[in-house]
T-cell receptor
């Protein structure tokens, strides 16, 4: 079945540091890939997505590129802020069907001023 | 724009009690989902629905039931609460993709503790 493996957390960085959170997946066919973010006390919200190989999703300074050859979708940001502190989830969904999401275990990110 | 609304936000149940977690969305989305989030884990799919009158099991359906009588509402029922059902529950909805993936919109969650 489909699965997503994320970099183990928690991750603690200083403000303005470079961020990478690794994500790899196993899937049949050609899934769509997502990064969701969960701020404290809130539900998940979409951060960015990519629907086909070599697509780059970007939002709020975050980027991730759909790499079919390495089955990866790593999240990066060049300069993190305290406000980026949250839990980040990598996820995939099958094309068509019911768009069910399969999530990684989440990575808690803390940014210190 | 309310989006996806879940009630209650918190609940404590005793073992063997029953309850219904409510979920409603005002975006006219066809697809709705229930996920649970255990500490340090990703979300796991409990049940989903692709439209009114249609429901199907996800990865972890045991101990739960759902119904979808309207497009807007997708309640989740726990019949005999067990400690293993202590979790945070999220309802989500999305549009029928029409060949393209669309994002899922999540409610704020219900934190359930079974004691």
């Amino acid at each position: 079945g489909n699965s997503v493996t994320q970099m183990e957390g928690p991750v603690t960085l200083s403000e303005e540091a470079f961020l990478t959170i690794n994500c790899t997946y196993t899937a049949t066919g050609y899934p769509s890939l997502f990064w969701y973010v969960q701020y404290p006390g809130e539900g998940l919200q979409l951060l960015l997505k990519a629907t086909k190989a070599d697509d780059k999703g970007s939002n709020k300074g975050f980027e991730a590129t759909y790499r079919k050859e390495t089955t990866s979708f790593h999240l990066e940001k060049g300069s993190v802020q305290v406000s980026d502190s949250a839990v980040y989830f990598c996820a995939l969904s099958d094309r068509g069907g019911a768009q069910k999401l399969v999530f990684g275990q989440g990575t808690r990110l803390t940014i210190n001023p | 724009n309310a989006g996806v609304t879940q009630t209650p936000k918190f609940r404590i149940l005793k073992i063997g009690q029953s309850m219904t977690l409510q979920c409603t969305q005002d975006m006219n989305h066809n697809y709705m989902y229930w996920y649970r989030q255990d500490p340090g884990m990703g979300l796991k799919l409990i049940y989903y629905s692709v439209g009114a009158g249609i429901t199907d099991k996800g990865e972890v359906p045991n101990g739960y039931n759902v119904s979808r009588s309207t497009t807007e509402d997708f309640p989740l029922r726990l019949e005999l609460a067990a400690p293993s059902q202590t979790s945070v529950y999220f309802c989500a909805s999305s549009l029928e993709p029409g060949g393209r993936s669309t994002e899922a919109f999540f409610g704020q969650g219900t934190r359930l503790t079974v004691v």
